[in-house]
């Protein structure tokens, strides 16, 4: 079978079937990018796994994780001021780190052309919230596309980099969870050799300091942009119509994953009203969507989350005293959750029940699935800190959270983590709970997170004096989307806390459980902020790489049924997911999901857990 990379690298023209990550970035690759950043976060992550495919000396752009969205951004400005094609890429909850920077992209002349492809994530799949990013690109004036799937996904980045080379600006590819991942059928076009990379900055391509009066003039030619951005779309084509026979005057405006899902829906219906599917969603193209409410009797607004297009909409009928009734949403669910099939069905059967005579989703076999909450990977070094924190802590100290695996601590056994914000924010959400609190307050980081936002959150405990205990878990890489590389590579953790002359930063291995257990107190009994580095290699990672290589053979650990006498600390403390407490109170293991690292052990009072080997 061929390689991805090689797939990708392709120079004739091809079919293939392809994720909609994977397929953005054989536009990367035939529209000349030259340089692509990225902090890791899903719904993306496959974006930079495809690029990784590509081996480094025949990948055709410069590609690098960057320490967050805000970096990333800048890098990718800095090459395209330079003249250079670039993209960043990054989750929903990313635009939020990256928008100080991102908010100016608008008043500048970027020469090379810049691609901000934002992965929003309705139905908060993998995020902290379902934020609609749509509500940030007005005040940004950025144009945006917004693909409906990942052939779209694929055209509309080589048309969001058209744009932004021409009019030397920012466009933003705006992607949702299921075109990021669905899979499909692709033509792609030739690979032409790459562009040479350019070092064409020069003053005189700007203004680029938007201070004082310059900052208004560039405002007025970022409004221009967008102007032009309206007449691209238009020779584009990417506003269109499906009209249909049997429409009875009736038609819906709709973008991005939820046209699919309408479509779906109008298989099932008599009545098919006209379709207007917006691609670029940012600015509207008025002229189409005054045709197109003045031609209807009734027009229905299909949008997930927030009512951009609605608001919008509406504004544009009364300005231009169209009296069409447009209805959008009506309740509060309106606005939450992803427009599935069945929730468009149902919005459809609400607003025009005539028109919805058979509700086949809701007639469709719905299978009863035993319920599979998130937990950590078996022998997971985050278990083992966990499971020894605990026993430091007392049942009034408030415990703080933060993003990443270790966020799963805040579920049964371990209940460690009562509040969560977003990245980087533990210690700082931990120093403002300290403050007058007799209570003791103990914070959680990842290593990723720490490069990422959490080090100004350090630096004001220091500086303002916090008497907070901050437990850095350091497993070496960005695991939880998929083991991305982080600034923690090259640089020390410890060394630079010392740096910042915290008095006390202590650490160990956290399958030193005693030893943990042990600094975590010492820690907590230090006044001001004092620092615990609980660190163990990401054990998925390890355990992966270890069974690639020849002659592995794969350990377990096994129960010596004489001596357990069913205490179940293994699973009720522990919890490891390998344990199975059958219903006679019998432990077992699951071979297929032990590791054999043992971390365990320590957890059964009767040492009842030891070492077993078997070749597999
Ligand atoms: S991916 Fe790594 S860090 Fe995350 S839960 Fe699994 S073993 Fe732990
Ligand atoms: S040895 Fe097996 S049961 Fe014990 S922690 Fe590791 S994976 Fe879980």
């Known amino acids: ?284 193209d008025e002229q189409i969507l005054i045709d197109f409410l003045s031609s209807h009797k009734q027009v229905l607004i299909l949008e997930e989350l927030d009512n951009i297009l609605e608001l919008q909409i509406k504004a544009l009928a009364f300005d231009n005293g169209i009296n069409t009734p447009i209805i959008g949403k009506v309740d509060d669910d309106d606005f939450i959750g992803e427009y599935t099939p069945d929730k468009t069905l149902k919005k459809l059967g609400t607003v025009w029940p005539e028109l919805v005579l058979d509700p086949i989703y809701e007639d469709a076999e719905v299978f009863d699935v035993p319920a599979r909450p998130a937990q950590m990977c078996p022998g997971c070094g985050h278990r083992s800190a966990f499971f020894a924190i605990k026993k430091a802590l007392s049942a009034s100290d408030i415990t703080v959270a933060d993003i990443g695996c270790h966020t799963l601590g805040f579920m049964p056994p371990y209940n460690i983590g009562e509040i969560l914000m977003c990245m980087g924010a533990s210690t700082g959400v931990a120093s403002g709970l300290s403050l007058e609190n007799s209570k003791r307050v103990v914070a959680f980081l990842g290593d990723s997170t720490f490069f990422h936002a959490g080090l100004p959150g350090i630096i004001n405990a220091v500086f303002n004096r916090h008497d907070v205990t901050l437990i850095v878990m350091e497993n070496g890489t960005t695991a939880m989307t998929g083991h991305q590389d982080h600034a923690g590579k090259s640089i020390s953790i410890e060394a630079l806390l010392n740096g910042l002359g915290i008095e006390q930063v202590l650490s160990c291995d956290t399958y030193n459980q005693e030893r943990l257990t042990d600094l975590v107190r010492q820690s907590m009994a230090h006044k001001g902020l004092s620092v615990v580095i609980a660190r163990h290699p990401c054990m998925l990672k390890l355990t992966r790489a270890q069974r690639k290589k020849p002659g592995y053979v794969q350990k377990h650990i096994s129960i010596d049924q004489a001596a357990c006498t069913r205490t179940h600390d293994c699973v009720g403390q522990f919890g490891c997911p390998t344990f199975i407490r059958n219903k006679d109170g019998r432990i077992d293991i699951n071979l297929d999901l032990c590791i054999g690292d043992g971390s365990c052990r320590p957890s059964c009072p009767e040492q009842a857990v030891g070492f077993d080997k078997e070749e597999k």
């Open 1 to 284: 079978m061929k390689k991805l990379g090689d797939i990708l690298m392709g120079n004739e023209p091809f079919e293939e079937i392809l994720m909609g990550n994977e397929a953005i970035v054989r536009a990367m690759v035939e529209t000349g990018t030259k340089v692509v950043t990225s902090y890791p976060g899903s719904p993306t992550p496959e974006i930079a796994a495809a690029i990784n495919s590509i081996p480094e000396e025949k990948r055709p752009f410069y590609f690098e994780f960057s320490v967050n969205e805000k970096v990333a951004s800048e890098v990718a400005f800095g090459a395209a001021v330079n003249g250079n094609l670039s993209c960043v890429f990054f989750k929903s909850v990313g635009l939020n780190v990256a928008l100080d920077t991102v908010v100016q992209f608008s008043l500048m002349n970027i020469i090379g052309g810049l691609v901000i492809v934002v992965g929003d994530d309705p139905g908060a799949n993998s995020s902290q919230n379902e934020q609609d990013n749509r509500n940030v690109y007005h005040m940004a004036r950025l144009t945006v596309f917004e693909p409906a799937s990942p052939k779209e996904a694929y055209i509309y980045y080589k048309h969001a980099a058209e744009l932004a080379k021409k009019e030397q600006t920012a466009a933003v590819l705006r992607l949702t969870t299921h075109v990021c991942h669905a899979r499909e059928k692709i033509g792609f076009d030739k690979f032409n050799p790459p562009p040479l990379f350019r070092n064409d900055f020069n003053r005189d391509n700007g203004p680029y300091i938007p201070l004082t009066s310059t900052a208004l003039e560039m405002k007025g030619k970022a409004i221009r942009k967008l102007k032009q951005a309206q007449r691209f779309a238009r020779t584009k084509q990417l506003n269109t119509i499906l009209f249909s026979d049997t429409n009875q005057g009736l038609g819906i405006i709709t973008s991005g994953l939820t046209y699919l899902s309408v479509l779906d829906v109008l298989e099932t219906t008599q009545t098919r009203p006209d379709i207007l599917k917006l691609g670029m969603i940012n600015p509207l």
